[in-house]
């Protein structure tokens, strides 16, 4: 018999890591702090590279690579850059049994390795803008380990811009996000809050910072995208200059976005349930298995014909999984599916086989149902894209059920203790009240989202001037 995951209400915390081990997502690895991605983890993964990919190149993005290690002078360029990356830092002393005459930093992201080589490819306006993008791995030492959410190395895409104005970077920060928030929604299946960071939690080095925000089950937010207006704080600390048409100097405006292997932790907290994972129909590599269900050599005969054939219809347009394996029980099998979240499944037995029907489960719902055998490439497909649709509007519901607007630090600091929960909330703009916060109920203010609407208030904390509402939230 599998093990069984421990419910949600009982330790959400070991709910998550249950999912992950047991249904091969990730393992712990040798070295503290990095984490193994099984095969279903990584087709995941795959899958995310390929639609992200797909939907970057078609906004005229190119995929290049640049080195993993770094001169330890570059990371010193930049001033907030270095000091905000350092303590995470891990750095090469020894290669080839010498001691370097340089350190080498392993990257934990590649600004300053990619602008070094800028300076030599940009010299007029002629060579913007640069829109490239790098599928690789970095390294930001962790020791506090959470399986995708939080690792020493992880997967990710960064994307590294370069204008020729302000107004460009800006509007390639600002396209990006919308890209992220697209596939948030339409892939993943998680509605997100686009907005703007505050100076305290902007990327170190940037003008500034623009995230997507996500409700997990915990009701805990999960940034799940960020893209940054670097200004012109690389170019300068790369003397990175073009040639306007007007054959004046001017420095490059730079972008950088990325998101990480992360989202698959977003993945499974926001769908997921007490018997396993829950994928989104399009997150699935194979959206489907048959399970054929038989007694005895008569009843073999006509159900495995009868499956086979029906696989073979849904092939053509799905991977499939025909399971076949007689080792197993029906129901072992379908709690086996359960935990891999794989979207649909069919059932095919004698009566079913009589009745020229077969029953049909969805993974989100567990709702049964039959189907006739005729037009079942249709009726599967009908049924994968309405469950698409349904596991994004019913996160937004729970998203929407756990939010509310907050006047008083009492009200919020107790709500914070107990329910937790998206809290709109007004904020003066000074740091100082954002940190009380954040000392005083570890929430922080996840973004000033784009869409708030202008109203007048007074600061949660200090009762100062505010204009509209931030968002706040407990964060991964
Ligand atoms: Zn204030």
């Known amino acids: 018999m599998a093990e069984k995951v421990t419910p949600r209400n009982v330790d959400y915390s070991r709910w998550y890591n249950d999912i992950v081990l047991q249904a091969k997502l990730a393992d712990y690895s040798p070295v503290k702090g990095a984490m193994v991605i099984r095969p279903n983890g990584y087709a995941i993964w795959e899958n995310i590279q390929q639609n992200l990919d797909r939907m970057f190149k078609e906004s005229g993005h190119v995929n290049a690579y640049f080195p993993l290690l770094i001169p330890e002078s570059f990371m010193q360029k930049e001033a907030e850059h270095v000091e905000g990356f350092s303590p995470e830092c891990a750095v090469v002393t020894i290669a080839g049994g010498q001691v370097l005459e340089e350190k080498l930093y392993i990257r934990p992201t590649s600004e300053t390795i990619i602008w ?12 913007l803008p640069i829109l490239i993008n790098q599928w690789v791995n970095v390294l930001r030492w962790e020791l506090r380990t959470r399986l995708f959410l939080r690792t020493s190395e992880f997967l990710w895409q960064e994307g590294h811009t370069a204008h020729a104005t302000y107004e460009e970077a800006e509007e390639e920060t600002r396209k990006i996000l919308e890209i992220y928030q697209r596939f948030a929604e339409e892939y993943l299946a998680i509605p997100v809050i686009p907005g703007k960071k505050t100076e305290a939690e902007k990327f170190a080095g940037a003008l500034h910072t623009y995230s997507i925000e996500a409700m997990m089950q915990d009701k805990k937010a999960l940034q799940s995208g960020t893209s940054h207006n670097l200004g012109q704080n690389f170019a300068k600390a790369f003397d990175v200059q073009f040639q306007d048409k007007d054959g004046q100097l001017t420095y490059v405006w730079a972008t950088s976005w990325g998101v990480s292997t992360r989202l698959i932790g977003a993945l499974i907290m926001a769908h997921s349930d007490d018997r396993g994972l829950v994928l989104p129909p399009k997150m699935a590599q194979q959206p489907v298995v048959i399970v054929p269900i038989w007694k005895g050599d008569d009843e073999k005969q006509a159900v495995m014909q009868f499956s086979e054939s029906v696989f073979q219809e849904l092939k053509e347009k799905y991977r499939v999984i025909f399971d076949d394996r007689e080792q197993y029980k029906p129901g072992y099998k379908f709690s086996d599916w359960e935990l891999q979240g794989i979207p649909l499944r069919l059932e095919i037995g004698p009566k079913d086989v009589q009745k020229n029907q077969l029953v049909l489960v969805r993974r989100d719902t567990m709702q049964k149902q039959f189907a006739e055998r005729q037009g079942i490439l249709q009726r599967v497909e009908a049924e994968l ?14 998203r929407n059920a756990n939010t509310s607007e907050v006047d008083d630090y009492d009200t919020f600091k107790k709500i914070m203790e107990n329910d937790g929960g998206f809290l709109m909330c007004h904020w003066c703009g000074d740091p100082a009240c954002e940190s009380k916060i954040k000392d005083d109920t570890k929430a922080t203010i996840r973004c000033i989202p784009f869409d708030r609407k202008k109203e007048a208030g007074k600061c949660l904390v200090c009762g100062g001037e505010s204009h509209g509402r931030v968002l706040m939230a407990k964060a991964y």
């Open 385 to 398: 894209l309405q469950m698409q649709t349904d596991m994004l509007e019913k996160a937004r519901a729970f």
């Open 116 to 127: 070094s080589m800028y300076k030599k490819w940009i010299m007029s306006y002629r060579d």
